[in-house]
């Protein structure tokens, strides 16, 4: 519940917003006796958080990093809430949320139509290999070599792409977003294999092992949360366990996929292609992401800088979820919990 009614003061939130370039807040409409204040800034860096949520009762968030430090009683004294305006809360320092009794909610599905679509995109940017082609293109290749530059679209081998309805994808992670994107796959003549977790020594119904999903699929799917479990899930080993042929998409989170083992496997021809929209650093650029050196343009590698989650259909849930999780707060009936 949103308060501990031991004074009229409690009812009365301070509202501070850290994020709101990412989307804009929505009007609270909280029950009463509650009110309320909006403190919005545009962008927070990581220096100024602790000078601007000294005083929040409640706090929007998107991608911003709530530390342990932040979070302590010195630095938040009435800290409450905090709304995430995202479904990843990796961010959050969670432990001591739930050491303090602060409620922490989520927009768990609002990206689910955006990010699906874009990890199809994704697939037919590595499979029908856009970038590449594209950078021929504009290089005067097609000129050059007339028809011969067919040569392009083939794989190390010199296999050409795969057909939706030969392709077998395998998804790594079936939550809202994962079963979506495997509902488009069925729809576009795929079969789809659902990975059991690494290790696992039991199999669950409808599950494939996580050996066997990498052996049998020609397009892997990562859409699974960054933990301590799938930090460094694929790596070298699990890119040789692969097909050559095969293409990998990550619309996960950064730190799951081994950045420098994924550049070598496509450099030597380990697998075909890679699209991914997270980096293990982020923001991402040459300078801290071997996937964004010069030397990995010449490769078939399609990058995004985090932006899968982008639509307006995600802005509008974003709003809607934020605004009911705030006002069920109040009301002591909460929604989206994390914590």
Same mark, same amino acid.
């Given at each position: ?69 932040? #979070? ?10 905090? +709304?995430?305006? +995202? ?23 609002? $990206? ?74 069925? #729809? ?42 799938? #930090? ?6 699990? #890119? ?20 420098? +083992? ?25 300078? $801290? ?10 490769? $078939? ?26 006002? +069920? ?6 929604? $989206?919990?994390?914590?």
């Amino acid at each position: 519940m949103g308060s501990t009614g031991e004074s009229a003061g409690e009812f009365h939130l301070t509202i501070v917003a850290l994020e709101a370039a990412f989307c804009a807040i929505p009007t609270f409409s909280l029950p009463k006796p509650y009110t309320y204040t909006l403190q919005s800034y545009p962008e927070t860096s990581n220096e100024q958080v602790a000078s601007r949520i000294g005083a929040a009762t409640v706090l929007l968030i998107t991608t911003l990093p709530l530390t342990a430090e932040h #979070l302590a009683p010195q630095c938040t004294p009435h800290l409450r809430m905090i +709304a995430i305006m +995202a479904s990843g809360t990796d961010h959050v320092d969670l432990a001591a949320c739930r050491k303090r009794g602060i409620q922490v909610c989520n927009a768990s599905h609002a $990206n689910v139509p955006a990010v699906s679509n874009h990890a199809i995109g994704m697939y037919f940017a590595a499979r029908r290999r856009f970038g590449l082609t594209g950078r021929a293109l504009r290089a005067g290749e097609w000129v050059k070599d007339g028809t011969a530059c067919m040569h392009l679209m083939g794989d190390a081998d010199g296999v050409m792409p795969s057909t939706c309805d030969e392709e077998v994808m395998g998804l790594l992670g079936y939550g809202a977003i994962g079963k979506r994107i495997a509902e488009m796959a069925r #729809l576009l003549g795929m079969r789809v294999l659902v990975g059991e977790r690494k290790g696992a020594t039991r199999i669950r119904e409808g599950r494939t092992a996580f050996e066997d999903v990498l052996k049998q699929s020609s397009v892997l799917v990562l859409i699974l949360p960054r933990t301590p479990e799938s #930090l460094g899930l694929i790596s070298a080993a699990e #890119l040789h366990t692969m097909s050559r042929h095969a293409i990998l998409v990550n619309v996960s989170r950064g730190g799951i996929v081994d950045e420098p +083992a994924l550049v070598q496997a496509l450099r030597e021809g380990t697998i075909a292609g890679a699209a991914v929209d997270v980096f293990e650093e982020e923001p991402a650029a040459a300078t $801290n992401s071997v996937l964004l050196t010069p030397e990995a343009s010449a490769l $078939n590698l399609t990058c995004t800088p985090h932006l899968a989650w982008v639509a307006s259909a995600t802005t509008k849930l974003l709003q809607r979820i934020t605004r009911e999780n705030v006002e +069920a707060w109040c009301a002591g009936r909460s929604t $989206n919990v994390v914590v």
